[in-house]
């Protein structure tokens, strides 16, 4: 089963690529570049990002993503367990799609799948020559914009998370840090089970704060409740259609052979 395939599908329905001035490509404009931005970052003239020039993009966010969590919880393209591979306490009981669906309902948050943001070119509210504005105004990082401060504990260089090439850098702390989010507030949860709790909602609201799973933090909280409800459902069928189809192809009769 191609997960990154149909992942892909997911990510330009909830949040189609070619609407923003932020994500940019270089252009060979040679003697006729009027109209064009210079990008000292690229050391390019660019243009706007068109949908395909996303979506090429996008298959390469996706691909590492599925990657990154399939080796989370040890599963194969089947999402049937891998032999010999164990997974890390830190993800028992997690569901693939939902470990999927946690870490982009943030990333379209936090980025909006931007490019400046993926590549960090340019700083919020200090914009690059092309007007990109990647690294957050507290210097967070990569499409799930990791604080530095929390990088900065473990003697991690933040640029190590910037760019194409360190997309599996980015989501793998990403993921860390929501599934330590979410045992964190199970265990809160565990000590009130009068109150009704969501986990999504929770888990979200410690990553957003960094100290309470009950926050709506100005609205962001369920803004990427929501999301997550949007990935998970869009995502989660996408897999079951292509479960059917494959368990119906295997079933088909086969042909008769040739006399």
């Not at 040679?30 to 020039?53: I, L, T």
């Not at 003697?155 to 194409?164: R, T």
């Not at 109150?195 to 704060?209: A, C, K, P, Q």
Request: aromatic share 10%.
């Amino acid at each position: 089963m191609n997960l990154s395939a149909l992942f892909l599908q997911t990510l330009l329905t909830v949040a189609p690529p070619g609407h923003t001035k932020f994500s940019v490509t270089t252009i060979d404009c040679g003697e006729s570049c009027s109209g064009y931005k210079w990008s000292s970052f690229y050391n390019s003239y660019v243009r706007p990002e068109s949908f395909e020039e996303g979506k090429n993009r996008y298959s390469i966010i996706a691909e590492h993503l599925i990657k990154t969590a399939q080796q989370k919880l040890c599963l194969d393209d089947d999402l049937k367990p891998i032999p010999n591979c164990k997974r890390s306490r830190n993800f028992k009981g997690w569901r693939f799609v939902d470990l999927v669906s946690i870490t982009t309902g943030s990333m379209i948050a936090e980025s909006g799948l931007r490019k400046d943001i993926e590549d960090g070119n340019g700083r919020s509210n200090k914009p690059s020559d092309d007007g990109g504005q990647g690294l957050g105004a507290g210097g967070e990082v990569c499409l799930v914009q990791i604080h530095p401060s929390v990088l900065k504990a473990l003697k991690i260089d933040p640029l190590s998370f910037l760019g194409e090439s360190n997309l599996d850098t980015c989501f793998s702390f990403g993921m860390d840090m929501f599934s330590k989010s979410r045992n964190v507030c199970a265990y809160r949860a565990h000590k009130a089970p009068e109150i009704e709790h969501n986990w999504v909602f929770e888990t979200y609201s410690l990553y957003g704060t960094g100290n309470t799973c009950t926050s709506a933090n100005n609205g962001k909280t369920t803004y990427r409740q929501n999301l997550y409800n949007a990935v998970s459902s869009d995502f989660g069928a996408r897999i079951k259609k292509e479960q059917k189809r494959i368990s119906k192809a295997a079933t088909l009769p086969l042909p008769p052979p040739n006399n």
